[in-house]
Structure formats: C-alpha cells, structure tokens
C-alpha cells in the first residue's frame, strides 16, 4: 500500500546492480542510455550505501534478483520469462534450441542472474555451426542484458492498494516489466490493469502518489499523454484516486521523467527544478463519458494544494545561481527518496541542493554517487516503495 511519496517508508524493492553493467562500451551508450561507461565495482559500493542508509532507518530492503529467483521457481513463470527474453526469429530455430537448452540447465538463482545480466553467444558451450553464429562476434548475446533494471521505479508503480506494471518506451528496457510483473505476482499485489499492463509507454518515474487521492502524472520523453488518460480513467474507476493532474514536460534527456523536475519531500513539500517546471503545462484529467477529459489549470501547486486540502504547498527549488542548478539537476538533484516526512536521501554530489533542503528543515541523508549518477537516476529513481505508513498523514 503506497498512498503517499513521503509517508513512513516501511518495504521497498531494490535492485543491486550486477554483471550487466560491464557489457555497457562506447559504442552501445546511446542505446542503453548511459551517459558514460560505468565502474561497476565503484556502482555497487555506493549502492550498498544507498540500501544501507535505508535499512539503519528501519526500512525493509528486497532484492529484484533474490524475488526473481524465487519467482522463477514457478515453471510456468520460468517458461514465460525465458520466452520473452529469446527471440526467436533472430537466433533461428537451432541457436534458438540450444539456448533454451542451456537456460534450462540453470538453477532458478542462475537463471535470474542470466536474465538480468545478460547471456553472450560465447558462454553457450554447445553453437551450432549456422549462419547466425557465424556472421557476429564472439560476444554478440543471446539473451540482451539489462543495464537501466537497477532503476526499479519505472518499471512497476503501486499506486494505493493497486499495482501498476507499467510498459517502457525505450526498447532496451522493455524485458524489466516482464521481471518486475513476476515479483510483484509474488508479493501479491493487485493489478491495475485488466489487460496486464497499461496499452501505451507508461513509467513509474513520471509517477507521484502526493496523498489524500492525488496522483499526478507526468507526460514527455518515456510517458505519452494517451497512457496518463488510460492511468486516470484506471484510478477513478477503482476509487483509488479522487484526482489526478497531468504535467506535460518538455522532451529532453534532462528531463525524461516528472521526478527529474520534481519530487515530495514532506507532506506539503516540494523539491523542483525552477528552470525545467516553468516550461511545463499542468491540466486536470476528469471523469467523462467512461474515459477523462483534460482541463488546464493556471498553477500547479495550487491545483495539488486545493486536491490535498491544504492553504498552500511549499516549493523548495534545486539549490545555487541558474549554472549551479541546471548542472546538480542533471545529476539528479530533485531526484530525492522520502523516508519519512522531512527526511530524504540525496546525492551528495549536489550540495547547493541539499543546503537549501536543509535551510528549509529538510533533514538530507546523502549517499555517494560520482558512478550511480552515470545512468540518469537519483534515490527515487533507484527505488519503488512496496509499503508506506501513514501514521503522520494530513487526515
């Protein structure tokens, strides 16, 4: 149960980045979208600090790739996963047969670490000798790794008491929902979608639960309007939420999800990037005639204050002169992760930000991050709340 960015962080998937950053080269950033090639060692350890400064806070931290193992004990969630991470055409009909083979041989452990990481044509022992095996390098991969699944959030959002298994519009993530789905079956929780997943790229990034029945969904680069309607249309039949705002962004790398311009960081507090909101558009998606209508609305923080129940919100903007802020966002300096009410954690690359934070009594729990900041993703990002408490919530 998820009713809030900020309430009382109790459960949280996670996922440890593993050997699937080492197959990020030059050649292929673009298409895995990295920025740069990562140290995978320097990743670990300073994701390690992220869960750590979690768990000291009494959060419960679940692992992607030990619920992935756990799931794939089922044969037939095995047999699915395996399938979608295969194709078919491409390999042919003997390379095809043999990876399977191979992918059957694994433990339910090994396989998930294999579906994540990636498989290369080399690691089979037993290639038939066919064109396609012929025609590509020594490493080209069977199974595809999956380099951007540390960023958790955009592939599942619970929303309330439901679950979203969202779909990504980049093809190098599409195959994370297909995981994220068979952990969130595990942990039983309760699809949103009828159909399974919503019909148009949907990421949980673009995401925020603010409380009391508000949602606000952001709509750019990776989320199309389509799929904020669909989303809205879900919530209001459900009676998960009682009003959902939609902020068109402007596409861009710097701003490819609305957590990249903004996130909570108390009930009635927000973090933001000044330079990036003020060329967004808010509107209001309302119930009409079995789908929702769009009504502009002049003031973000008015229409989200006026949904809360509140005078006002305060806004905090991202930290230092018009330089400083346009480089800490882009290293994700509104990218924060509530623990609780006025607790955050933060990249302490970003200190402009995080003074500001705690001018305005914002306590900032920073976490290393010169290689966790290579992929485009801060602590929220990092992160998909499983359970939040409400024991301090404006009711």
């Known amino acids: 149960m998820v009713e809030s960015e900020v309430g009382v962080l109790q459960r949280v998937l996670v996922h440890r980045p593993g ?21 995978l060692v320097a990743v670990q350890r300073e994701h390690d600090q992220f869960t750590a400064v979690m768990a000291d806070h009494g959060v419960e931290v679940c692992y992607l790739g030990q619920l992935l193992a756990e799931a794939l004990v089922d044969p037939v969630t095995r047999h699915e996963l395996t399938c979608a991470a295969l194709d078919r055409v491409l390999l042919g009909e003997a390379l095809y047969e043999a990876v399977v083979d191979y992918l059957d041989g694994l433990s339910s452990g090994e396989l998930a670490e294999r579906l994540i990481a990636g498989v290369a044509l080399g690691e ?12 590509g390098p020594d490493l ?24 979203s298994v969202n ?22 929780g309760r699809p949103l979608w009828p159909e399974g997943s919503p019909p148009a790229p949907l990421e949980g990034g673009d995401v925020l639960v603010v409380g009391q029945g508000c949602v606000v969904v952001g709509v750019g680069e ?10 809205a249309a879900q919530l209001y039949d459900q009676q998960i939420a009682r009003t959902v705002i939609a902020v068109l962004l402007p596409k861009g790398r710097p701003t490819m999800h609305l957590d990249t311009v903004m996130t909570m960081v108390d009930w009635d507090t927000f973090l933001v990037s000044p330079l990036h909101l003020r060329q967004c558009q808010a ?3 309302i119930p009409r005639g079995g789908g929702v209508g769009a009504v502009a609305v002049d003031d973000l923080f008015s229409e989200i204050a006026r949904a809360i129940g509140v005078p006002g919100v305060r806004v905090i903007p991202i930290g230092g002169d018009s330089c400083a802020q346009r480089r800490e966002q882009w290293s994700d300096a509104a990218n924060v992760l509530a623990l609780r009410p006025g607790v955050v954690i933060a990249y302490d690359r970003n200190v402009h930000t995080n003074e500001s934070l ?5 306590t900032v729990l920073p976490v290393a991050s010169a290689e966790l900041s290579r992929g485009r993703g801060g602590p929220h990002c990092l992160s998909c709340p499983l359970w939040r408490g409400d024991d301090d919530a404006l009711l």
Do not use: M, Y
């Open 222 to 231: 990776r989320t199309v309007a389509a799929a904020a309607e669909a989303l």
């Open 283 to 285: 509107f209001r998606l």
């Open 140 to 163: 080209a991969f069977v199974v595809n790794p999956l380099p951007n699944q540390q960023f958790v959030r955009d592939s599942g959002s619970w929303i309330g008491r439901g679950v």
């Open 124 to 135: 089979i022992a037993q290639v038939p000798r066919t064109l396609v095996t012929c025609s």
């Open 167 to 188: 779909r990504l519009a980049k093809p190098a993530r599409v195959r994370e929902a297909h995981q994220v789905k068979a952990v969130l079956r595990l942990l039983g």
């Open 358 to 362: 705690n001018h305005f009594g914002i």
């Open 19 to 39: 050997r699937e950053l080492d197959w990020v080269v030059p050649d292929d950033l673009g298409e895995l979208l990295f920025d740069e090639v990562p140290w």
